[in-house]
């Protein structure tokens, strides 16, 4: 499984952005899907998941800002983000996870301004 992250930018705080992450296979809807972040110096943390059902769950650091979903049409899973501030600075990587296998994206970078 190949996964594809995109959408990373430079925005000022309070701005919004959106990511997606695409996956390579059609069964990608079966998949547990989650949204990581990596600030430098920091250990990576869990942003959000989204299960196969389109059931989700937050970081409490997040919640309330960011929304997670996923359109299996597509294959691809997106992060919106909105009330960005410079401590959601990071790299964003997606992963994919089914049975005792998890796939990486190659991760997309994400700078708030104050």
């Known amino acids: 499984v190949q996964l594809l992250a995109a959408g990373g930018h430079l925005v000022q705080a309070e701005g919004q952005l959106g990511l997606s992450c695409g996956g390579s296979v059609n069964t990608f809807w079966t998949f547990l899907i989650g949204w990581y972040r990596q600030a430098p110096g920091k250990q990576r943390e869990l942003v959000a998941t989204?299960?196969?059902?389109?059931?989700?769950n937050y970081a409490d650091s997040v919640k309330g800002r960011f929304t997670i979903s996923r359109d299996n049409a597509k294959n691809t899973v997106y992060l919106q983000m909105n009330s960005l501030t410079p401590e959601d600075t990071a790299v964003y990587y997606c992963s994919a996870t089914q049975v005792l296998s998890t796939y990486w994206g190659q991760g997309t970078q994400v700078t708030v301004s104050s």
């Open positions: 989204i299960t196969r059902a389109g059931t989700t």
